[in-house]
């Protein structure tokens, strides 16, 4: 049987519908697939420390992503940072100065990455980064408004972790929910995408389950597993 590789995101996809609780049904399957010799690897849009906390607690690889893709975490005190936060702040106070109702969201300190309440129009700032030649990015998870340095994604993020751990693209399958998971869909060849994401999300999957956030990854793990051994 060939190792796989699971690239998960957190909120919307390793949670109960709703609240942001871990779905621990979720949290149990995964943990088995690592019993089972598979990596799991957490790649989300909160601080790679949480995702790495979740890891260790949790029983997964002790390496996450965060940040979306702007930061990896894989020790107390080891991370690399792939995004400029001075960037980020620099686009905040021009966004503030144009666009209306913006508001930072209060979250785990971020090493790379600005996270605003979703409170506005995302288009009209993304519009305000571009005419005034910003080297940013901004994506919404459902979560939060991101602001990223630009090239920073979940993709560029998780790239970094198949080279350290000498993952190749066929064994990488990945789960998410939101627009950000997207290019992590494309990071690998296999990707599923959970019952609550939108139409778009579940277009550039791989296949989607039915059921919502956790309960669509243990339904997903349940329909695919089998087939590890093909």
Same mark, same amino acid.
């Given at each position: 049987?060939?190792?796989?590789?699971?690239?998960? !995101?957190?909120?919307?996809?390793?949670? /109960? %519908?709703?609240?942001?609780?871990?779905?621990?049904?979720?949290?149990? &399957?995964?943990?088995?697939?690592?019993? =089972?010799?598979?990596?799991?690897?957490?790649? @989300?849009?909160? @601080?790679? *420390? /949480?995702?790495?906390?979740?890891?260790?607690?949790?029983?997964?690889?002790? *390496?996450?992503?965060?940040? %979306?893709?702007?930061?990896?975490?894989?020790?107390?005190?080891?991370?690399? =940072?792939?995004? %400029?936060?001075?960037?980020?702040?620099?686009?905040?106070?021009?966004?503030?100065?144009?666009?209306?109702?913006?508001?930072?969201? $209060?979250?785990? $300190?971020?090493?790379? +990455?600005?996270?605003? /309440?979703?409170?506005?129009?995302? %288009?009209?700032?993304?519009?305000?980064?571009?005419?005034?030649?910003?080297?940013?990015?901004? @994506?919404?998870?459902?979560?939060?408004?991101?602001?990223?340095? &630009?090239?920073?994604?979940?993709?560029?993020?998780?790239?970094?972790?198949?080279?350290?751990? !000498?993952?190749?693209? +066929? !064994?990488?399958?990945?789960?998410?929910?939101?627009?950000?998971?997207?290019?992590?869909?494309?990071?690998?060849?296999?990707? *599923?995408?959970?019952?609550?994401?939108? !139409?778009?999300?579940?277009?550039?999957?791989?296949?989607?389950?039915?059921?919502? &956030?956790?309960?669509?990854?243990? +339904?997903?793990?349940?329909? *695919? &597993?089998?087939?590890?051994?093909?």
């Amino acid at each position: 049987m060939r190792r796989k590789t699971f690239a998960v !995101d957190i909120d919307g996809t390793l949670t /109960e %519908n709703g609240g942001g609780r871990i779905h621990l049904g979720a949290l149990n &399957a995964l943990r088995y697939m690592r019993k =089972l010799g598979h990596n799991v690897i957490l790649v @989300s849009g909160r @601080s790679s *420390i /949480e995702g790495y906390l979740l890891s260790v607690y949790g029983g997964l690889n002790t *390496i996450a992503v965060g940040e %979306n893709g702007g930061c990896i975490t894989h020790g107390a005190n080891e991370h690399i =940072l792939l995004g %400029n936060k001075d960037q980020c702040v620099d686009a905040l106070q021009l966004i503030r100065s144009r666009v209306s109702g913006v508001v930072e969201k $209060p979250v785990f $300190p971020r090493m790379t +990455e600005v996270v605003l /309440e979703r409170t506005f129009d995302i %288009n009209d700032a993304k519009k305000v980064v571009v005419d005034h030649g910003m080297d940013v990015v901004l @994506s919404d998870s459902q979560y939060a408004i991101h602001i990223n340095s &630009a090239g920073i994604n979940k993709a560029t993020g998780f790239q970094q972790v198949m080279k350290r751990l !000498d993952i190749s693209f +066929e !064994d990488v399958i990945s789960i998410g929910d939101s627009d950000t998971d997207i290019p992590l869909f494309r990071a690998g060849k296999f990707s *599923i995408a959970v019952g609550n994401a939108s !139409d778009a999300v579940k277009a550039a999957a791989t296949i989607s389950v039915q059921s919502h &956030a956790g309960d669509g990854v243990v +339904e997903a793990l349940n329909k *695919i &597993a089998p087939t590890f051994s093909e």
